[in-house]
Structure formats: structure tokens, C-alpha cells
């Protein structure tokens, strides 16, 4: 009998992806899975509370009413994630991690696992109310940093801001590649296991993770580069930064007597970090050297004013505007600094750097945990409850990282003080460092 609960679960989940694709949805039921809403989502997390309340008190108290009164409410949280679930599997015809949700919640109400499924929309809507706030936090730095009438240019700031880095391509790949798996796996281990323990292999994505963990990193690191005066105009900025090994100034802007007295420390530090750094004179040919650097195997960081100068940035694998205010919507991505010093440089490598170290530790963590949590199902017969618990704790490990960059507090620590002193050299080969050995 224990293919009956496998083959309705089955028939559940078809039938309402051909309801959505034939009835016309209701309002309440096309609202946004990344609705920013504040308000919004501090309501479904009241209301989810409750309903895991009276799912739980259904379960102390032996009344299984009081569980299947809180199963609406379960349901209507995970509206986005099922409609999103129809579509990839009416029109694009695959597997992805919000079908393996959706097949997980279709579970849960055909064997009555209503404790199961409040507590898996209880998670799910802390973590939407997460990455609300994170989204509304980023809209509120942009709106302080360029005023209520920049609305086109916070727009378009909002909308690169959620491009996917190289971290979250991957995850998203490996998650769609399990996805199919794990449903299989879920199938034909039901006769062994039981519908409660394989069911737990719903909860295993293997990287589907960074769909949320890619965006919320990417906001939390670029609201805290605007707070130290660095624009990112997409979080992509923070993967090839974090790759460049060979940084070069225009000699130009060591004009300024106060980025020529900190640039000596500047470059120490550059070194320190094993990247080399090469000052640009007036009658280089920018563009050319860059290309030639590329050719033996350099990524190249250019440093410029945005002054004539535009060949030198599009070669370069990563363009740095100093002290260049203008912004306009659909620019060519760069990293603007719009202070006098130059010492917001050094903290753009040390953010990128950071940011790699965190986007590679919500890859590996996430998988761990579904690792852990297939073992534990397999070894000692956890069942979809404790997947439920793991699969949600993955998330909230990845976005407590997120929250923790290592910035400095004091930008005027960044380097040595005494080490801020000196000439310049503003010839490119009389100035030319190799990154320490």
C-alpha cells in the first residue's frame, strides 16, 4: 500500500500544474516569490507563527483538527514556489529544487504530515522575510546615497544588483542536475524506506541554495561598499576583482598631493596582497600594454579618472573610476569611488577577496548539510522532519556568513600610517612593483 500515498501524491501534483496553466490565477495567487514588501512579509510571518502554533498544539493534544485547520495557511505560503513549480514543469518540461518543494508539501497533506508542512512554511517565510529585508536595506542605501529623484538610476542599481556571480551559476547548474535525482531517488526508495524517510531526499538540492544565498550576499557586500564610499555597479565587479593580479594607475591622477602622499603605502599594501602594480605615464599606450599584459596571463585592475581614458577601462578586465561622480543608467559597468584618497582602492580587493571566501563557504556548507542529511536518513532513520530542519539550517548558515565581511572600521587603518608619506614616481617604468614573494 505504500505506493497508494506515492501515486496520489503523483496525480496532486500534475493536476495542479494543469490548473495553472489553464485557469487564470487569482490575484493573491500571482504575488512574487522576491516580493520586497516589508510589511508584507512581517504579516506571513505572524501568520505562519500561528499556524505552526496550532499545528504543534494539534499534535500535543492528540486533535489531528487542529493540524489540518493550519494546512490552508501552509499552503498559501508556498503559493510562489508552486506556481513557479507548474511552470518549469508544464512549459519547460524539468526537474528543479521548487518542484522537489512543491512534490515535499504535496507529501505532507496526502499522509497528513501537517506539523511537517507548517514547520516547512514557517522556515520558508522567515527565510523570505530575510532576504526582503535584505533587498529593502539595499534600496534604502541606494535611495540615501543618490536622493528620492535618482529613481531610473536606483532602478537599474536594483535590478544589476541582481545578476547572478559565477558562485550562484554553479550551485543553480549542480542543483538543477540533482534535482531530477533526488526525485528518483525519493520514488524508488519509498518500498524500502517509507514515504517518511525518502521523502527527506525532497530536501537535498545539492547548490539550489544560491538562488537565495547569491542575491543576499551580493546586497549585503554592496550596501557595505556603499557605506565605504565604493560603488559596485553589479556584484560581478566583486568576482573579477577578487582575480586580479596586476593593478595599474593612471600617473595622472597621482597629481593630487594627497593621493600622492598615500600611494606609497598603497602600493606596499598591493603587493602584500601578491598583486603586482604599474603607474601609467601620459604618452603610454594604455589599451595596448593592458592587451599585452592579458596575453601573458595577467588580470589586469585599471585605475583611472575616466578622462580620456575609455580605450584603457574596456581592455581592462576591471575598471575603477577615481573621484568620477557621474552615473548614468546603462553605463558600462565599473567600480566608482568618488573620495579624494585613493585608500577605498585597497578596500575594493580586500571586499572582493572576502566576498570569495563567503561565496565559496554558501557552495560547500549547503551541500555539506544535504550530505549530513541524506547520511542521517540512510544511517539513523531521521526522517522528513529533521530533513526539513537541515535543509533550512544550510540557508541560515550561508546568510550568517554573508553578514559578517571583514571590513575595516576605521579607513584610515587600511594601511600604515607612517607608510603614507613620500614621492611619487609617476613614469611607468620608474615605478613599477612585483607583487612579494
Not at 362 to 383: E, H, K, R, S, Y
Amino acid at each position: 500500500m505504500i505506493w497508494l500515498p506515492v501515486l496520489m501524491t503523483g496525480g496532486v501534483l500534475y493536476a495542479s500544474g494543469k490548473a495553472l496553466q489553464r485557469v487564470k490565477k487569482p490575484a493573491w495567487f500571482a504575488r512574487q516569490p522576491a516580493a520586497t514588501d516589508v510589511q508584507q512579509a512581517d504579516r506571513e510571518m505572524v501568520v505562519s507563527a500561528a499556524s505552526l502554533g496550532v499545528a504543534a498544539a494539534g499534535g500535543l493534544l492528540a486533535l489531528p483538527v487542529l493540524g489540518w485547520l493550519s494546512l490552508p495557511v501552509s499552503l498559501y505560503l508556498f503559493v510562489p514556489v508552486i506556481r513557479e513549480a507548474g511552470q518549469v514543469v508544464g512549459k519547460e518540461r524539468r526537474v528543479n529544487d521548487q518542484v522537489l518543494t512543491t512534490a515535499r508539501l504535496g507529501v505532507c497533506v496526502v499522509m497528513g504530515y501537517t506539523f511537517i508542512a507548517a514547520l516547512d512554511a514557517g522556515l520558508h517565510t522567515l527565510m523570505h522575510r530575510i532576504q526582503v529585508r535584505n533587498e529593502a536595506a539595499w534600496r534604502q542605501a541606494l535611495r540615501q546615497r543618490f536622493g528620492e529623484d535618482a529613481q531610473p538610476l536606483v532602478a537599474w542599481l536594483e535590478q544589476t544588483s541582481q545578476q547572478p556571480t559565477a558562485a550562484q551559476q554553479l550551485g543553480e547548474r549542480m542543483g538543477s542536475r540533482a534535482a531530477p535525482l533526488m526525485l528518483a531517488t525519493c520514488v524508488l526508495s519509498t518500498p524500502v524506506l517509507g514515504i517518511n524517510r525518502s521523502a527527506a531526499f525532497l530536501t537535498t538540492f545539492f547548490g539550489s541554495h544560491l538562488r537565495k544565498l547569491g542575491p543576499y550576499t551580493a546586497h549585503e557586500f554592496m550596501r557595505h561598499a556603499l557605506e565605504q564610499d565604493i560603488l559596485l555597479t553589479h556584484p560581478q565587479l566583486l568576482d573579477q576583482a577578487h582575480k586580479v593580479d596586476t593593478v595599474v594607475f593612471d600617473g595622472r591622477i597621482l597629481h593630487d598631493t594627497v593621493v600622492c602622499g598615500q600611494f606609497g603605502g598603497i602600493v606596499r599594501a598591493l603587493r602584500q596582497q601578491q598583486r603586482a602594480v604599474y603607474v601609467f605615464a601620459d604618452t603610454d599606450d594604455r589599451a595596448g600594454l593592458i592587451r599585452q599584459w592579458q596575453e601573458e596571463g595577467k588580470t589586469v585592475g585599471y585605475v583611472g579618472s575616466g578622462n580620456n581614458d575609455l580605450p584603457a577601462m574596456q581592455a581592462a578586465n576591471l575598471a575603477i573610476l577615481h573621484r568620477h561622480q557621474v552615473l548614468t543608467e546603462g553605463n558600462v559597468p565599473h567600480i566608482l569611488l568618488p573620495r579624494a584618497d585613493l585608500l577605498p582602492v585597497l578596500t575594493v580587493f580586500e571586499l572582493a577577496d572576502t566576498f570569495a571566501s563567503r561565496q565559496q563557504f554558501n557552495l560547500l556548507v549547503p551541500i555539506g548539510v544535504d550530505v549530513v542529511d541524506i547520511a542521517t536518513t540512510l544511517l539513523l532513520d531521521f526522517g522528513l522532519v529533521y530533513s526539513v530542519i537541515f535543509t533550512y539550517a544550510g540557508l541560515m548558515l550561508g546568510m550568517g556568513s554573508a553578514r559578517l565581511p571583514k571590513l575595516p572600521q576605521d579607513k584610515g587603518q587600511v594601511v600604515d600610517p607612517s607608510l603614507l608619506v613620500g614621492q611619487c614616481q609617476r613614469g611607468r617604468r620608474r615605478y613599477a612593483a612585483a607583487p612579494d614573494k
